[in-house]
């Protein structure tokens, strides 16, 4: 088999993307993920999608991600599943694990296209059987068809927050309450109103501050907070509940960004430490490309745009395609990104882009 010139760790949907654009304009593209099947995030969204024609509006995360594996694999994209990339040493040499043999690859471009982790919140009791992230919770009601629990308190009202909340209903479970630390709800309106619609309430300046249970979780009790995040004594209640799901945020998984020393900047907002990279998604390490969550944690139509954009960097590196012919198609992504980076949640998003994009034009000013 001939060696790949571009190797894309991670296939959700910025990785999807990323190679379907490489391999369209004739680069040899291999694709690894350490799960079973590709996708991503996407598998696990069994809702529909809203927003533009370009980015499957009105269908549903894992119809989604059907569509872009089918994509990739007529373009004869590499697909390595169950493989997992530990390390990258020598700027190109990608240390892969197959759960059998590990395997160096070289390729001459990489897209770390890796995703993001949660945020863990400790609190008495947190290890508890019962306590579980919002991603392990959507992984087993939406993949492996297992109800982790039939009373929840959710931890967190952002999209993640209310969206695993109305999953889990569909599911059957009861949802009893959802607590968000914040004076206001994190999420968008639309995911907090089918929630509240189906009687769940969301308790806002209230937080978990136990949960309790001899073998496993039996009890959480929550409490309300003041202005200045400090417990109001005499508002504690305790809840019945068996399942106690944690959705506080998410991080860029950005370890092999480190290994490779990429330069890295802090944007609380995207989600902590950035790996810093340009608007063409090159890092401070020349041909290493970041694209999705790993570059800031976003949505998946962001993702998806991001992973076109340096798809189509990485094969204009390789000479597959000119350069006024990539700025062309990469300002067609950049249009769209910004249509997601407007309005409340957006224009925080962009700004932190910004600082990312001025943070890489500093560092890298004497060294390009
Ligand atoms: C718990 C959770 C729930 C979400 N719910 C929604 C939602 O309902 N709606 C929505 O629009 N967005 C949701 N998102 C956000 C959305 O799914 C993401 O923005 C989008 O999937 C990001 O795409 P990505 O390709 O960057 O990362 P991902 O979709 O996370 O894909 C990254 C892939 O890389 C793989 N990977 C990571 N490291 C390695 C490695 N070292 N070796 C091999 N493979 C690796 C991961 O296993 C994964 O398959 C959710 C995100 C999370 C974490």
């Not at 209230?206 to 496993?216: C, F, L, N, R, S």
């Not at 009890?219 to 003041?226: C, F, G, P, R, V």
């Not at 799901?245 to 092999?256: F, N, R, S, T």
């Amino acid at each position: 088999m001939k060696e790949a010139e571009i190797t894309v760790i991670g296939a959700g949907p910025a990785g999807l993307s990323a190679a379907i654009e490489a391999a369209k304009y004739g680069a040899n593209v291999e694709i690894i993920d350490e799960n079973a099947l590709p996708g991503g995030q996407l598998f696990k969204q069994i809702h529909k999608f809203f927003g533009s024609k370009e980015h499957y509006a009105g269908t549903r995360g894992y119809d989604i991600g059907r569509k872009l594996l089918s994509e990739a694999e007529n373009l004869k994209v590499v697909i390595k599943l169950n493989t997992v990339a530990f390390g990258v040493f020598d700027k190109n040499k990608i240390g892969l694990f197959d759960q059998k043999d590990i395997l160096i690859s070289k390729p001459k471009k990489i897209i770390i296209a890796t995703g993001a982790s949660e945020n863990p919140l400790a609190f008495p009791g947190w290890t508890l059987p019962g306590v579980m992230g919002a991603g392990a919770v959507q992984t087993m009601i939406n993949i492996h068809r297992v109800l982790p629990g039939k009373k929840v308190l959710m931890v967190g009202a952002g999209n993640v927050g209310l969206i695993v909340s109305y999953q889990l209903l569909q599911a059957g479970a009861d949802v009893v309450a959802i607590v968000e630390a914040m004076p206001k709800i994190g999420g968008y309106f639309v995911h907090a109103a089918k929630v509240l619609r189906m009687g769940v309430p969301i308790l806002t300046s209230h937080t978990i501050i136990e949960a309790k249970g001899e073998k496993e979780v039996e009890s959480a009790t929550i409490a309300a907070l003041d202005q200045n995040w400090n417990l109001i004594k005499g508002s504690e209640k305790e809840l019945d509940v068996d399942l106690i799901c944690i959705a506080v945020g998410l991080k860029p998984e950005a370890d092999l960004c480190r290994m490779l020393n990429c330069e890295f900047t802090y944007v609380p907002f995207l989600g902590g430490r950035i790996p810093l990279h340009n608007e063409d998604m090159e890092t401070t390490i020349p041909g290493v490309y970041v694209a999705g969550d790993v570059s800031g944690v976003e949505e998946a139509s962001v993702a998806i745009e991001e992973g076109r954009i340096a798809g189509i960097s990485a094969a204009e590196s390789l000479g597959y395609i000119s350069e006024e012919e990539s700025e062309k198609e990469r300002m067609k992504c950049k249009n769209r990104l910004k249509a997601f980076r407007i309005g409340p949640f957006g224009s925080p998003r962009q700004e932190g882009k910004n600082k990312v994009f001025e943070e890489y034009k500093r560092r890298t000013k004497n060294v390009k």
